[in-house]
């Protein structure tokens, strides 16, 4: 009987072991986990960033086509009066 009791003492203990190395990893990959999401989200908001200069350039890109039209035509006249 005593026999029997040291084995189930012996396999709690093992449960106690293997259930302590699964939270101990658990905790070790949500910390992993959230330093990830942590530079995902620093990357994210520089990607926004980006997609904002561009809009922004863009716009302004489109804003400024007009005058580099009437400047070119402007050119092309002026070679042609200048033969």
Known sequence: MFHHF?????CV???FQVLA???ESAEAAA????EVQGVKDKA???VDEIDLEKAKAKS??????????EAEAAL????ILTF
Not at 60 to 69: D, H, R
């Open 6 to 10: 040291g084995l189930h003492i012996l």
């Open 13 to 15: 203990y093992c449960q």
């Open 21 to 23: 190395e699964v939270t």
């Open 31 to 34: 910390k992993v986990k959230n």
């Open 44 to 46: 994210q908001k520089i």
């Open 60 to 69: 302004e890109l489109e804003a400024a086509k007009p005058a580099l039209e």
């Open 76 to 79: 092309n006249v002026s070679e």
